[in-house]
């Protein structure tokens, strides 16, 4: 199921062409994941929108309950959650008109997917937002991830 949502092309049009990202499951403690993908996009020049009902503002953002109490329009809806929750935040993001639904690392569920497919929404599953953005700009090599190049150049997003 995975490959399918995992084309280099799609990730790197996604992140080149994304601008606000709503993070699902975004938590403040700045030890968690989730903080640190999102402190680093933040870094990157995206804009991101936590959706936590737990927290009333993340990373200098006001944090919102769900994903359709968010006023602004969203290009990527990146889930850190449960894999039982995805069914219910890809119609969030189908309701919202989201572009792109975009799950972490062991978030699968191929009815979540299924939905925001259906709904129009561009789908990646199971891959990390900060790796793919950090191995298509080029800074991930020093980590001895494979970044899919023979040169040490890089040339940025495709």
Request: charged share 15%.
């Amino acid at each position: 199921m995975t490959t399918r949502y995992q084309d280099p092309l799609t990730i790197q049009r996604v992140l080149n062409s994304a601008k606000t990202i709503a993070i699902v499951g975004l938590s403040g403690n700045e030890l968690r994941a989730s903080y640190f993908v999102g402190y680093y996009m933040r870094r990157h020049g995206y804009r991101v929108i936590p959706v936590n009902p737990r927290e009333s503002a993340i990373l200098g953002e006001t944090s919102y309950p769900s994903l359709t109490d968010v006023p602004v329009p969203i290009d990527v809806v990146n889930v850190f959650r449960a894999p039982s929750a995805l069914p219910e935040i890809a119609r969030q993001a189908v309701a919202i008109g989201a572009g792109t639904l975009w799950t972490q690392f062991g978030v699968i569920n191929q009815e979540g997917a299924d939905i925001a497919s259906s709904g129009g929404l561009t789908v990646i599953v199971d891959r990390c937002l900060k790796v793919e953005h950090a191995r298509y700009v080029g800074r991930m090599h020093w980590l001895g991830f494979n970044t899919q190049r023979i040169t040490s150049v890089r040339s940025g997003l495709q």
